[in-house]
């Protein structure tokens, strides 16, 4: 739900020219690392956007819903003019629908033909309140700076809830030689669908389609890069091959046994001192890794291991034995057919815990119509540190499926998307089902949704949300949201009515948001995707009825200045407040 979110707040956003200022997740969201992966990378192209003249497809598919298709005939097209001298132009593209167009718009630019330097410095704090009267503060830094063919990042990161000045320190360089690119620092490594290394791993879900016959490692941008690399990486393209050798020392979190054996490593990220730190560095990761992989025009096939050893002897009890020692080895094979519509992926890999893994991604485009399905599985002996499954206890054998069918012509759009999972938490076939209908009238967009919720041997929950976005200028843009949530054997419900409105005040953009939530019963959670001033968007949750207001500035000062203001308040009934405020510096 939350990416499904995520995505309804970009398209609001991208429709004024402000639309990098985002807002900060809150406190009361659940959310996991993977969906705060996912708003970290939305940001960090907001701040660093794709230039089109240069990007190659797999540079523009670090945009998480733009499919592999759609990149290749973007590159297509503009190889076959030699240049784009506007983002509009996009709209000639084959398959470029008006939606895709707007959403893809804000991450792209078109840069100049000659540049000696760019960057960004970004700045940013935040606090909130919650309704004992604690307040937790939050504090976000980056660097990011291009000079010719050489790239260096830099980022420290501290989270609500940290005792310690900063909880996430990381710095990197990357430079291109040639045909060659050599990274230093730290930096995360993927390979075929991510089940041996994956950067990041949501990636590899059917949301972005393609898999990757080329390596691919990048410097870390986010705090929540899960078990990210320190070290040094080459990548190389000789004809049609891509290689890939890397090494890394680094230390690792841990939740520890009383024996002080390890339970499981803690993949790096929000944290909070008290619960998950008694085990901070607690272990040493020795760790090696090779790739190689053929690309050719309709087909394409890999290969990556790797090796780590650490200081600690592994010995988790609910893991069915998965990695016991000192040292483990983890293989896989993967390959990719395209042919005309459609791409298909595949991938199997192993570990020394005798486990085995696979995923098969199949999907199929076209002008009027697109097809994604995404099956996984592994066992439980299964575990790559780096990869797709990271996890140690409770594991049990996994399948896990993804699928999403859809329908548009002219104004007109279809869907239906669900997933299901069979493990050791969820249980759960299916565990989602939605159903999405949309029309465009004019300068109205209208969406319903209707959708189904499974886990486990909880009560299913039946879904509807109705959304009306009206365009009513060029700078003017407002959102009515209407959501029903209810359990089917239950008298709980939870009920939303939202208003969100962007408006563009020549160099600044006004982001409001005020929504009334109504739940009665226990086993209900509301959420609201506002706009803001900080990110992308932000989460609002609540377990109980509430009344929330926000209001975001985001101000242009100069030609590389930018300043964002955010500030929330919610009654439910005692009064919480949130606040936070962004300054950033760049050069494109």
Not at 157 to 179: C, I, N, V
Not at 379 to 402: C, I, K, M, V, Y
Request: aromatic content about 8%; charged content about 20%; glycine content about 12%.
């Amino acid at each position: 739900m939350y990416v499904t979110l995520c995505l309804c707040a970009l398209l609001v956003s991208s429709s004024s020219g402000y639309g990098q200022f985002g807002s900060e997740l809150f406190p009361e969201s659940p959310a996991t690392e993977g969906d705060v992966a996912m708003q970290e990378q939305v940001e960090r192209l907001l701040e660093r956007r794709i230039d089109l003249n240069r990007a190659s497809t797999l540079e523009l598919l670090a945009i998480p819903w733009l499919n592999s298709f759609l990149a290749y005939r973007i590159v297509a097209a503009r190889d076959s003019v030699g240049r784009f001298e506007s983002v509009e132009q996009l709209r000639r593209v084959p398959g470029m629908t008006e939606g895709t167009f707007e959403a893809l718009r804000p991450f792209l630019r078109i840069g100049s033909r000659r540049q000696a330097w760019t960057g960004s410095v970004v700045s940013r704090a935040g606090s909130d309140s919650v309704q004992s009267g604690a307040v937790g503060l939050r504090t976000f830094d980056r660097l990011n700076l291009q000079l010719g063919q050489a790239r260096v990042s830099a980022l420290a990161e501290k989270d609500r809830g940290e005792t310690s000045a900063f909880d996430f320190l990381s710095a990197g360089t990357e430079l291109r030689l040639g045909r060659a690119r050599v990274t230093l620092g730290d930096f995360t490594a993927g390979f075929g669908r991510g089940l041996v290394f994956s950067a990041p791993y949501w990636r590899s879900s059917f949301l972005d389609g393609a898999g990757r016959t080329e390596q691919n490692t990048r410097l870390v941008n986010s705090a929540v890069e899960d078990s990210y690399l320190r070290g040094g990486a080459v990548e190389a393209t000789v004809g049609r091959w891509n290689v890939c050798v890397l090494g890394s020392y680094a230390g690792r979190d841990a939740r520890l046994n009383e024996d002080g054996t390890v339970e499981r490593l803690v993949g790096s990220g929000v944290h909070d001192d008290s619960a998950a730190l008694a085990g901070r560095n607690a272990v040493r990761e020795a760790s090696g890794g090779f790739g190689a992989g053929y690309h050719g025009s309709t087909a394409g096939a890999g290969f990556a291991a790797g090796y780590s050893r650490y200081s600690r002897t592994f010995a988790p009890a609910d893991s069915g034995n998965s990695f016991i020692g000192g040292e483990l080895f983890a293989a896989g094979v993967n390959a990719e057919f395209k042919l005309v519509h459609y791409d298909l992926g595949v991938e199997m890999a192993g570990s020394s815990g005798s486990g085995l893994a696979g995923a098969v991604e199949l999907n199929g485009d076209w002008p009027d119509f697109d097809v994604r399905v995404s099956l996984r599985g592994r066992q439980a002996r299964f575990f790559a540190p780096h990869g797709r499954w990271s996890s140690l206890t409770e594991t049990a054998d996994r399948l896990d499926a993804s699928g999403r069918l859809a329908w548009r012509h002219g104004g007109s759009g279809v869907s239906v998307s669900g997933n299901t999972y069979r493990d050791f938490a969820f249980d759960s076939v299916p565990a989602k089902l939605d159903l999405r209908l949309g029309q465009e009238l004019g300068g109205l967009n209208v969406a319903l949704t209707l959708g189904a919720r499974y886990r486990a041997e909880l009560e299913r929950q039946r879904t509807a949300r109705v959304e009306l976005r009206a365009r009513i200028s060029h700078a003017t843009t407002t959102q009515l949201i209407l959501a029903d949530v209810y359990p089917e054997k239950s008298e709980s419900r939870g009920v939303m009515a939202a208003l969100l409105l962007t408006q563009g005040l020549g160099r600044a953009e006004l982001d409001l948001a005020a929504a009334r939530l109504v739940i009665s019963g226990p086993g209900v959670t509301m959420y609201l995707h506002e706009p803001g001033a900080e990110r992308i968007g932000s989460s609002y949750s609540t377990g109980v009825s509430a009344w929330r207001l926000s209001a975001g500035c985001g101000v242009r000062i100069g030609e590389w200045l930018r300043l964002g203001l955010k500030a929330g308040c919610a009654w439910k009934p005692q009064a919480t407040m949130d606040g936070a405020a962004q300054l950033e510096l760049e050069k494109r």
